[in-house]
Structures are given as C-alpha cells and as structure tokens.
T-cell receptor, first 115, second 113 residues
Framework: DARVTQTPRHKVTEMGQEVTMRCQPI?????VFWYRQTMMQGLELLAYFRNRAPLDDSGMPKDRFSAEMPDATLATLKIQPSEPRDSAVYFC?????????????FGQGTRLTVV | GNSVTQMEGPVTLSEEAFLTINCTYT??????LFWYVQYPGEGLQLLLK?????DKGSNKGFEATYRKETTSFHLEKGSVQVSDSAVYFCALAGRPNDYKLSFGAGTTVTVRA
C-alpha cells in the first residue's frame, strides 16, 4: 500500500535549535508539497517541487526555513533557528502531475513543538 | 490568484441528518476541484474530485458537483454517521500547468449518535 512517509512523527525542541523534517514521497510521484497546519492559520502552503525543481516557496519564511529535494525519494524541510511560533503540524504530500492533476496523497505529519 | 472559500464551522448534526458544506472558488482558467477529509491525528485524504464543469464527484455517500456558473463545489451527504465526524477541506488546483493545491479553511463536522 503506497503512502507518503514522514519522519519524525513528533518533535519537541528548544528555541534556537535546528529542526529537520523528512518526507519520502510515493514512488513515481513527481510533485511534492510542504504544508503547515495550525489552528489559527489553517493549512498554509510553504513550498512545492515538481520534478525536484522548486516551483514556489513564497509561503516560507526565507530567513529560517529551507526546503530541498536531494533526490526523487527524499524531501526535507529545515528550520534554523526554530522559534515557538513554528510549533505546528507539518505535512508533506506527493502526487503525479502530467498535464492533469491526479491526486495528492498526504503523509501523517510531523507535530513540532518548540519550547 | 486562486482561492477557496468554504463554510465556517463547526457544524454539529445528529446521525442520519443531511449534511451540506458550501464551497466557492476564485480561479483563472478551469481548475480541478477536490474535497479532502482529515480525521483526528491523521493527514488529509482525498474524498472526491471533479475536473470539469458539471462533473459530479462521489465517494462514501458524499457528492459534490462542479458548478462553473456559480463557481461552487458544495459537499453533500444525505445521511451522516458518527464516523463522518472529521474536518473537511475544499481545494482547487489551477490549470493549465499550475499544480499548486489551494485549500479552504476547513469545516469541522461533529455527528452525534
């Protein structure tokens, strides 16, 4: 059963520390998204990649966040330094886009708490 | 830019009641439209989709029809169950060649036995 895998599922860290979240998209999917979910803001798109190229990262605070796809099987989201306001659930999603959207499959998320 | 506006919640219903969640969109071109569902502690799952005007998406008793004239994609279910309690998100993907998924704010639905 193909699925998007995110690690870690939970992370508690102290303010100022670096946080790295990882995502393994479904094999064969060429589009990867990073979303952040909070009660106040709902689902916010942070960045997305197609064929490993970043297409839009306008939703990401550039001074502390970075997103990369070192290869087709791994996407990473880093926060350095982390702040309490970064506490949220971070979701990765992947899908296949060849002219038409098919479906975005979401991982179970990384719940980040910055204290 | 593309955007989605959906009915604010929370919505509380009794079992077997009729559910409607309104969703309207703003987009250039002809977007694809989706409803996603999120159960507690989980990621989002696709519930149904429609890719062109007058298409009806359906799944698990839920339905939504792509209405281009009213730019709407309302979600309906005729008889809800306790297991339908979840957060529902309307979303769109712009076309052509705009694969970014834009989500509404989500509507929390609670069904009481």
């Amino acid at each position: 059963d193909a699925r998007v895998t995110q690690t870690p599922r939970h992370k508690v860290t102290e303010m100022g520390q670096e946080v790295t979240m990882r995502c393994q998209p479904i094999l064969g999917h060429n589009t990867v998204f990073w979303y952040r979910q909070t009660m106040m803001q709902g689902l916010e798109l942070l960045a997305y990649f197609r064929n490993r190229a970043p297409l839009d990262d306008s939703g990401m605070p550039k001074d502390r966040f970075s997103a990369e796809m070192p290869d087709a099987t791994l996407a990473t989201l880093k926060i350095q330094p982390s702040e309490p306001r970064d506490s949220a659930v971070y979701f990765c999603a992947s899908g296949r886009t060849e002219g038409e959207w098919t479906e975005a499959f979401f991982g179970q998320g990384t719940r980040l708490t910055v204290v | 830019g593309n955007s989605v506006t959906q009915m604010e919640g929370p919505v509380t219903l009794s079992e077997e009641a009729f559910l409607t969640i309104n969703c309207t969109y703003t987009a250039t071109g002809y977007p694809s439209l989706f409803w996603y569902v999120q159960y507690p502690g989980e990621g989002l799952q696709l519930l149904l989709k429609a890719t062109k005007a007058d298409d009806k998406g359906s799944n698990k008793g839920f339905e939504a029809t792509y209405r281009k004239e009213t730019t709407s994609f309302h979600l309906e279910k005729g008889s809800v169950q306790v297991s339908d309690s979840a957060v529902y998100f309307c979303a769109l993907a712009g076309r052509p060649n705009d694969y970014k998924l834009s989500f509404g704010a989500g509507t929390t639905v609670t069904v009481r036995a």
